[in-house]
Nanobody, 115 residues
Framework: QVQLVESGGGLVQAGGSLRLSCAAS????????MSWYRQAPGKQRELVAT???????NYADSVKGRFTISRDNAKNTLYLQMNSLKPEDTAVYYC?????????WGQGTQVTVSS
């Protein structure tokens, strides 16, 4: 059974930093690409960053230069380092990975950036 468990969210002032973690278990491992998505109130869920099994990364334009996605394959854990946070980064952040038949999601972790 696949499990994705996020942690690390919280309340931070604008300009601050947070690091999110996502512990993966089950059939999700280093062979899978993994992503971070976010959903702000009243908005659609959007892709924030992706890291491939080989370590290649892609970012949404809105977070380029501020966020860094990484993974520790030995711990089967995905990370999102978020720096220079802005109030518009406020959202629930989700870890996600594709399976053979469906995409898997974590439960989400709330990030709130105050101005």
């Amino acid at each position: 059974q696949v499990q994705l468990v996020e942690s690390g969210g919280g309340l931070v002032q604008a300009g601050g930093s947070l690091r999110l973690s996502c512990a993966a278990s089950g059939s999700i491992n280093s062979d899978n690409a993994m992503s971070w998505y976010r959903q702000a109130p009243g908005k659609q869920r959007e892709l924030v960053a992706t890291i491939s099994s080989g370590g290649s990364t892609n970012y949404a334009d809105s977070v380029k230069g501020r966020f860094t996605i990484s993974r520790d394959n030995a711990k089967n854990t995905l990370y999102l380092q978020m720096n220079s946070l802005k109030p518009e980064d406020t959202a629930v952040y989700y870890c996600s990975a594709p399976g053979k038949k469906r995409r898997y999601w974590g439960q989400g972790t709330q990030v709130t950036v105050s101005s």
